[in-house]
């Protein structure tokens, strides 16, 4: 059962068809308020370029909002842990 949730989470990551990546100012304001609580070069580009390709113009904005402080929604709390974990994943300590 967990890895069929897993899965569905995943999947609510993917980008379909019609939804829109997120945008070259997202990426920069997701790299600005990833410094300003890292304050880690490496790992905020990391951390930018992942959210590019895992999650669309409307996630990356809950993204944002959550790395501000603010919760996410009920409705994209499963996909934002998934994201969470995913870009840990990419970027590792390593980077």
Not at 7 to 27: D, G, N, R, S, Y
Not at 79 to 92: F, G, M, R
């Amino acid at each position: 059962m967990k890895r069929l949730s897993l899965l569905a989470a995943l999947a609510l990551l993917t980008t379909p068809a019609f939804a829109a990546a997120p945008t070259a100012a997202q990426k920069e304001e997701f790299y600005r308020v990833c410094m300003g609580i890292a304050q880690d070069a490496k790992l905020c580009g990391c951390k930018a370029e992942a959210a590019m390709t895992l999650i669309d113009e409307r996630f990356m904005g809950v993204v944002i909002k959550s790395m501000k402080g603010a919760a996410p929604a009920d409705s994209d709390f499963v996909a934002y842990n998934t994201y969470v974990a995913k870009s840990n994943q990419i970027c590792k300590p390593n980077y």
